[in-house]
C-alpha cells in the first residue's frame, strides 16, 4: 500500500514521526514546510501537526532575519525593535483554527507592555478567539538598562490587568501554561498569575519559573500537575488549589514555615490528602530571613510528605546550605527519593538512611567524614560473618566530600561499607573517593558478595583522568 493511500489515522502517526524538533523554531518550520507538499492526503494530515504551534518572539534587542519567512512585510514595525513570527503565514493559509500551541516571548529594555501588546493586535488581526490548549510566556528584560530593584510596580497595575485579561480573552480555552524567563523579574509574578487567574476552573497543568501572585478569591480546582516554586528567598505562597485532582507536583524554594493551607477548603493544614498523587518533588530551601541551623519548619514538610504518601515517587529535596541537619528531621518513611546539599556528618547520613526504609535513590553533597562514630569495619573476604544489611531497597547513592577536609581513607571506608551493607545497590558514586582500593575490594569479595558484580561504580582515578566509571564484571 502507498503511504498516501494510509488511513488518516495511521498516517498521522507516521508523519509525527517526520516532524523535525529543532531549538531554533523557525528552523524548525522551515523543516516541516515540506510535508505539505508532498500529496493531498500528506497536506490534509500535516496541516494540523505543522500549524499546531505559533510562535512570536518580539524583541527590543532581538537581531531582525531578513531571510525568515515569518517576518509581517505588511505591519510597520518601530526601528529598534524586531519581532520573529510565524503568525503571518498561518493567517496567510488560513490554519489559525488548527494552532493549538501558542508560544510568545518578549525582550524588552525597559517596559515588557509595548511588546505584549503588539503581539496582541497581531493576534487579534487573525482571530478574535484562538482554540489554543497550550500557552508558553516568557519575558526576559537586558539587565544592561533594566534594574529590577527600581521598578515601580504600582506604575504597571493598569498594564498588568489590561495585558492579562486581554491574553485570556483571545485564548478562553487554555488547559496548559507554561511561565518563563529571567526569574526575578517581578513584573511577572502578578501578570503571569493574572493570566492564570482566567483559567482557574479549567486548568489542568501550570509551570511557572516563577512565583504567582494571583488576585483574591482565585482558587485553581482542577490542576493535576504544577511546577513552580517560592522565590529565592521562599517569600512567597502557592495560590490557592485543590488537591484532589493532583497527580505531579514540583514544587522548588519551598520555605518549611510553610503552612500548606493552600491545598485546604476548609484552613486547616493539617487536614489535606492528595488522594491521587503520582509524583511529588519538594525542594526545601530555608531562605534568607533563617538563622543557621533553623529547622523549626520542619514538621510542616513532613505533613505535606504524609498527605502524598501513596504516591509512587516521593522526593526530597534539601538545598539550603545553612541548614544542620539531623536525622529525627526527616519523618516521613515513604520517602523514595532524597538530596542533601547542606553539609552533613558520615554518622547522620547512615542514621538518615537507615530509617527510610523506601528510599531507592539517595544524595548527599556534602560529607562530613571528620570523627565519624560509627564502626566503618568490613570482616575480611573469608570470613564467615554474616552482615547486616543497612537497607534492603536502596538502587542508587552518591556521595561527596570536599578532599581537602576530609581523609580519603575514611571516603575509602565508608565505600567499602556501604558497598556490604546495601545488597540492592545498582549504583554507586564516590567521584572523589580513591578508585584502586575500591576496585581491589571489590574484586577481592565478590566472590563472597556476588551484588558487587552488578554494581555500577563512579569513582576518583587519580592522573590525567578525574573520573572514572566501573561496570561491573558482567
Request: net charge negative; glycine share 4%; charged share 25%.
Amino acid at each position: 500500500m502507498l503511504l498516501c493511500n494510509l488511513p488518516a489515522d495511521i498516517l498521522t502517526i507516521v508523519l509525527k514521526d517526520c516532524l523535525a524538533r529543532e531549538e531554533d523554531k523557525v528552523d524548525e518550520l522551515k523543516s516541516n514546510l515540506p510535508l505539505l507538499a508532498v500529496c493531498r492526503p500528506w497536506r490534509c494530515v500535516a496541516i494540523p501537526l505543522v500549524y499546531d504551534l505559533v510562535f512570536v518572539q518580539y524583541g527590543d534587542d532581538l537581531n531582525p532575519r531578513s531571510d525568515s519567512i515569518t517576518r509581517d512585510p505588511n505591519v510597520e514595525e518601530p526601528t529598534d525593535t524586531a519581532v520573529l513570527t510565524n503568525l503571518d503565514l498561518v493567517a496567510m493559509v488560513g490554519c489559525a483554527g488548527a494552532v493549538r500551541h501558542f508560544d510568545i516571548e518578549v525582550h524588552f529594555l525597559a517596559n515588557p507592555f509595548p511588546g505584549w501588546r503588539e503581539v496582541i493586535q497581531r493576534m487579534r488581526a487573525v482571530a478574535a478567539k484562538w482554540r489554543v490548549m497550550e500557552l508558553t510566556l516568557a519575558m526576559h528584560p537586558d539587565f544592561v538598562q533594566f534594574d529590577y530593584r527600581d521598578v515601580d510596580m504600582d506604575k504597571y497595575a493598569n498594564d498588568i490587568v489590561e495585558v492579562g485579561d486581554a491574553l485570556a480573552a483571545l485564548m478562553p480555552d487554555v488547559r496548559h501554561l507554561e511561565c518563563g524567563g529571567v526569574k526575578n523579574n517581578p513584573i511577572a509574578h502578578p501578570l503571569y498569575g493574572r493570566v492564570a487567574s482566567h483559567y482557574a476552573d479549567k486548568l489542568q497543568q501550570l509551570s511557572s519559573g516563577h512565583p504567582l501572585v494571583v488576585p483574591p478569591g482565585c482558587r485553581f480546582m482542577r490542576l493535576k500537575e504544577i511546577d513552580t516554586h517560592f522565590g529565592i528567598a521562599g517569600e512567597h505562597q502557592l495560590p490557592p488549589m485543590a488537591g484532589g485532582e493532583m497527580v505531579d507536583m514540583r514544587l522548588l524554594y519551598v520555605p518549611p514555615h510553610h503552612s500548606w493551607e493552600s491545598f485546604s477548603t476548609d484552613g486547616d493544614s493539617q487536614d489535606i490528602e492528595f488522594t491521587n498523587l503520582k509524583q511529588l518533588h519538594v525542594a526545601l530551601s530555608l531562605g534568607i530571613t533563617y538563622s543557621r541551623g533553623d529547622a523549626s519548619g520542619f514538621p510542616a514538610i513532613n505533613r505535606i510528605l504524609e498527605s502524598a504518601r501513596g504516591s509512587e515517587s516521593l522526593e526530597l529535596v534539601i538545598n539550603d546550605h545553612m541548614l544542620r541537619l539531623e536525622p529525627e528531621h526527616i519523618t516521613c518513611t515513604a520517602l523514595t527519593h532524597l538530596q542533601v546539599w547542606p553539609i552533613t556528618s558520615a554518622d547522620t547520613m547512615l542514621a538518615i538512611i537507615a530509617r527510610l526504609p523506601n528510599l531507592v535513590n539517595a544524595t548527599f553533597s556534602a560529607l562530613d567524614l571528620f570523627e565519624v562514630q560509627a564502626d566503618l569495619s568490613v570482616p575480611a573476604a573469608d570470613e564467615d560473618t554474616v552482615v547486616e544489611p543497612l537497607h534492603r531497597s536502596l538502587e542508587r547513592l552518591d556521595i561527596r566530600y570536599d578532599t581537602e577536609r576530609n581523609d580519603q581513607e575514611v571516603g575509602v571506608a565508608l565505600a567499602k561499607y556501604m558497598l556490604l551493607r546495601l545488597p540492592t545497590l545498582t549504583e554507586l558514586l564516590a567521584a572523589q573517593t580513591p578508585e584502586e582500593p575500591v576496585l581491589s575490594f571489590v574484586e577481592e569479595y565478590v566472590p563472597r558478595y556476588p551484588h558487587l558484580s552488578d554494581i555500577e561504580l563512579t569513582l576518583y582515578a587519580g592522573g590525567d583522568s578525574e573520573y572514572e566509571d566501573w561496570e561491573g564484571y558482567n
